[in-house]
C-alpha cells in the first residue's frame, strides 16, 4: 500500500509540473503557416500572408479603374458567384469597402496582355491588370480559392472562405492551347463551347478546331455543298470504324 501511495503521488507531481509547463509555451509556438492554396496553373509568384477572407453576403464587386471593359469581367465573376452562394453580389463603379472584391485596370505594364496581381487579405480582395484579359485570368484564380462548391449552380451552405494570398501572375507561354478533333469524330457546337468554358477556367487561351480531313469534313462552304452533303456523313467510333452518326456545323 506504502508503494502505491508513493507512485500516485510522484504521477500527481509529474501531472501538475506537465500542466505547468504547458502553460507558459507561447501559442504561436505550435502554429504552423497556413499552406499555399493549389492553383492550376501554378502562379508565376504566391506568397501566404497569414489572412483569410469571408465573402459575406454584404459584399460588392467593385471595379475601381477600367471601365466597360472591367465591368464585364466584374459582371462575369458576379455570374459565376450568384447561383452557389445566394448573394446578390452587386456590381459598381467607384471606391471598394472592406469586404468587397475589387478590380483595377491600372496594373503594371510588366504584367502583359494577360497578367494580374492578386491580393487576398481579410478585408477584401484586389486584383489588379495592365489589360482585360489580365483580369479575366485573374477571375479564374479567386474561382480556385474558393471552396470547390462555389461552381455549383444551386445555393449551398458555405462558408465561402479565402486563403490570405499575394499572387503575381502571367502566362510563361504566350500560345497555350488544345485540339479538338471533329472531323474523325463529330460534336456539336454545345460541345465546343463548354470546353472553350473549361479550357478558360485554366488559362489556356487557344482552341484550335479541326474541321477536315479524310473522315470527315465538318464545317459548311457556301457553293461547294456537296462537302458536308456527303462529306459529314459518317463519324469514327471508339472502335476505329466508321460506324457513328456524322454531321457538321453551319457557318
Do not use: C
Request: without cysteine; glycine residues 10%.
Amino acid at each position: 500500500m506504502k508503494r502505491f501511495a508513493v507512485l500516485s503521488s510522484m504521477a500527481i507531481i509529474i501531472a501538475m509540473l506537465v500542466s505547468s509547463v504547458s502553460s507558459y509555451i507561447p501559442v504561436s509556438a505550435n502554429t504552423a503557416p497556413a499552406p499555399a492554396p493549389s492553383i492550376i496553373p501554378l502562379p508565376v509568384s504566391m506568397t501566404t500572408n497569414g489572412d483569410t477572407f469571408v465573402l459575406a453576403s454584404s459584399a460588392n464587386i467593385v471595379v475601381t479603374s477600367g471601365g466597360d471593359p472591367a465591368v464585364a469581367v466584374a459582371n462575369d465573376l458576379a455570374a459565376i458567384l450568384r447561383p452557389s452562394t445566394g448573394y446578390v453580389l452587386a456590381v459598381s463603379q467607384g471606391a471598394a469597402a472592406s469586404g468587397d472584391i475589387a478590380l483595377d485596370l491600372a496594373g503594371a505594364s510588366s504584367l502583359g496582355a494577360e497578367g494580374y496581381t492578386l491580393n487576398v487579405t481579410a478585408g477584401g480582395v484586389v486584383m489588379e491588370a495592365y489589360q482585360p484579359a489580365g483580369l479575366f485570368y485573374g477571375m479564374q484564380t479567386i474561382r480556385q480559392l474558393l471552396p470547390p462548391w462555389i461552381e455549383s449552380k444551386s445555393v449551398q451552405p458555405g462558408p465561402w472562405t479565402m486563403t490570405g494570398v499575394n499572387i503575381t501572375d502571367y502566362p510563361r507561354y504566350q500560345y497555350r492551347g488544345m485540339q479538338l478533333d471533329i472531323a474523325r469524330h463529330f460534336e456539336p457546337y454545345t460541345a465546343a463551347e463548354q470546353l472553350i468554358d473549361e479550357l478558360a477556367a485554366f488559362k489556356i487561351n487557344v482552341l484550335h478546331l479541326h474541321v477536315s480531313d479524310d473522315q470527315g469534313f465538318r464545317i459548311v462552304i457556301n457553293g461547294r455543298p456537296e462537302l458536308t452533303d456527303l462529306g459529314s456523313l459518317y463519324s469514327i467510333g471508339t472502335s476505329g470504324r466508321q460506324t457513328d452518326p456524322g454531321g457538321y456545323w453551319t457557318q
